[in-house]
């Protein structure tokens, strides 16, 4: 069961996270595991937000629910400062 204040306290650290780049990983189905790398664009009373850019230059914007984050349905990584001015430079 998913108590309220663990809710809040993940929209709060998804709000810590605005402009940061992050990994989430989903299940696709049939053992297949989808990868997104971008960074947290908007936090919403339900859900997040995160720009991502693909191997071909193409930018997407996807959003996940808090409620996957604690169930662990999405699971999120927050990509390490080195690694982000790395790929900005």
């Known amino acids: 069961m998913i108590i309220s204040s663990d809710l809040e306290m993940c929209k709060a650290k998804f709000q810590e996270l605005i402009g940061k780049r992050i ?3 989903t299940n696709g189905g ?8 971008g960074t947290v664009e908007h936090c919403y009373p ?5 720009r991502c850019t693909n191997e071909s230059e ?4 996807v959003s996940f629910s808090y409620i996957d984050v604690l169930t662990r349905t999405v699971r999120v990584g927050i990509m390490p400062e080195k690694s982000q001015e790395e790929l900005a430079v």
Do not use: E, H, P
């Open 46 to 50: 339900n859900v997040f937000t995160m």
């Open 23 to 25: 990994v989430c990983k």
């Open 58 to 61: 193409k930018q997407s914007i």
């Open 30 to 37: 049939r053992k297949r595991i989808i990868t997104y790398i």
